[in-house]
């Protein structure tokens, strides 16, 4: 039971991690990184590696079946990777916002644990109603994350992301039952099994996972509780968990899909992409801004589920890759301004480069994954440019959306970069090098790594291999 060891390992030691952080949140932060490395290993081994890690047979109702496959070992490679990142970035932090509040940072690195696992498990789990329970799991942790040590009004905006998470999680709770009635009890993307249409369930889970992702008219959660959560909770709602939603739709949601419907999400898809990123554009507030441009790239995400070809799941796995990496490092580097320069306004900050270089290269990198310019953020954005151009064909007009897209994207990015790092210079001094620095440096450095072969060749190849075979599109 490697599998679920490795998930339930984290939460383990989460009370280990829970007793550290009463003495220091540094040895809690180290207990709360070392309890993902055997997920690490696990899903890097599948993701770089090829082939398939199975336990439990996919035979009535085992709810203790789990596969991990290129596809979904690239999400589940981001929730680790990223997970142990901000694990090390964290003491700091909630050591600051600790003083801040009074309190003790135990409740943080008590939750953490459970909520890295939980995202983990609705990935690798094959049963629909365990891939449920673990999203629950990952909502319940990541609310007390909020109602402790959140920003501004905490109650209320733990009540927002409570209503609205779990009105996403019952509705595709809903399909799931659906599907059960018919005798369908698992993923169809890992258990090779094509349900078939089914108009109510597709609904039902397409509705439920676009609040999960905060799509287009259901995405009014997704800045209040991006901007006042705790940073290292927000580096991982974005898209670690809001990316769980475009899982769903990818794994389960496009296996009942009527025929022609797919367009109108795509439609919708390219509405999200370029709304996000001009509210983004718009914001002044750095952690906001950060929500907005999760709106849009999860316009790119649903982009490339709703194009129903291989390119197109390439894409989504290698976008939920260097989204993950990239927002990442930008809500650390929020953090990280935060705790030494008291502010988040954006019209407060100004040449910072002088003040911290590498954080101003490490934050150029992470907007550079946004915009899929020399980062493994690159071939994701190549890979969604064939899979759309393999489905318009030669229908030029469709390109102008794609196009704007990209250029609203590109925008906000080198817009925000110039604002925060460059011009007039507004604070003296350098900022500390610590290891919430460094973690900053080092997830923006493995962004690039990612984008040499063999890394990249060795991830898109796996990944279109696997997708060749879901027989989605046959």
Do not use: C
Request: proline share 4%; hydrophobic share 55%; aromatic share 14%.
């Amino acid at each position: 039971m490697t599998i679920l060891a490795s998930l339930l390992l984290p939460m383990a030691l989460s009370l280990a991690a829970y007793v550290a952080a009463k003495r220091s949140p540094y040895i809690a932060g180290y207990i709360s990184a070392a309890a993902l490395l055997p997920l690490l290993a696990i899903s890097s081994a599948v993701a770089f590696g090829g082939g398939t890690v199975a336990e439990g047979a996919m035979d009535g109702f085992n709810l203790l079946s789990f596969k991990v496959t290129p596809f979904n070992g690239v999400f589940l490679l981001t929730v680790a990777l990223v997970g142990v990142f901000v694990a090390l970035y964290s003491p700091p932090y909630m050591e600051h916002r600790g003083h801040e509040l009074g309190r003790d940072t135990s409740i943080f690195y008590l939750t953490y644990g459970f909520f890295l696992g939980g995202l983990a498990g609705a990935f690798a789990a094959a049963n629909l109603i365990t891939v449920y329970i673990f999203i629950e799991v990952a909502l319940v942790a990541s609310l007390f994350q909020i109602l402790y040590y959140g920003y501004g009004d905490r109650v209320r905006i733990s009540v927002m992301y409570l209503v609205w998470s779990h009105v996403g999680a019952l509705l595709m709770l809903a399909g799931f039952l659906l599907l059960y009635l018919r005798g369908v009890y698992y993923v169809p993307l890992l258990s090779g099994v094509a349900p078939g249409v089914d108009q109510a369930a597709f609904l039902l889970i397409l509705v439920g996972s676009l609040i999960k992702m905060a799509a287009l008219g259901v995405h009014m959660w997704l800045p209040y509780v991006h901007a006042e959560a705790p940073t290292p909770l927000s580096a991982l709602l974005s898209p670690v968990l809001v990316g769980v939603g475009g899982y769903i739709i990818a794994a389960v949601g496009m296996y009942l899909v009527p025929p022609g419907w797919e367009r109108w999400v795509v439609y919708y898809a390219l509405a999200t992409a370029v709304y996000g990123g001009l509210m983004a554009y718009l914001q002044k507030d750095l952690k906001r801004l950060f929500a907005y441009s999760t709106v849009s790239q999860m316009g790119y995400m649903l982009l490339g589920v709703s194009l129903k070809n291989a390119y197109g799941y390439t894409a989504v796995a290698l976008l939920y890759l260097s989204h993950g990496l990239g927002k990442a490092v930008l809500f650390m580097t929020a953090g990280y301004l935060i705790m030494h320069l008291h502010t988040r306004d954006l019209e407060k900050m100004g040449g910072l480069y002088g003040w911290r270089p590498e954080l101003a290269g490490a934050s150029v990198v992470g907007f550079l994954n946004l915009a899929g310019v020399l980062t493994i953020g690159m071939i994701s954005e190549i890979l969604l440019t064939v899979a759309y151009a393999s489905y318009f064909r030669s229908n030029y007009v469709y390109y102008i959306p794609y196009a704007l897209m990209l250029v609203v994207t590109g925008v906000y990015a080198f817009n925000t970069t110039r604002l925060v790092f460059f011009g007039p210079h507004r604070y003296e001094g350098k900022g500390p090098i610590d290891i919430a620095l460094a973690s900053i440096t080092a997830v923006a450095f493995i962004s690039v790594l990612f984008l040499l072969p063999p890394f990249s060749s060795a991830l898109a190849d796996n990944i279109y291999n696997t997708a060749r075979e879901l027989g989605l599109w046959r």
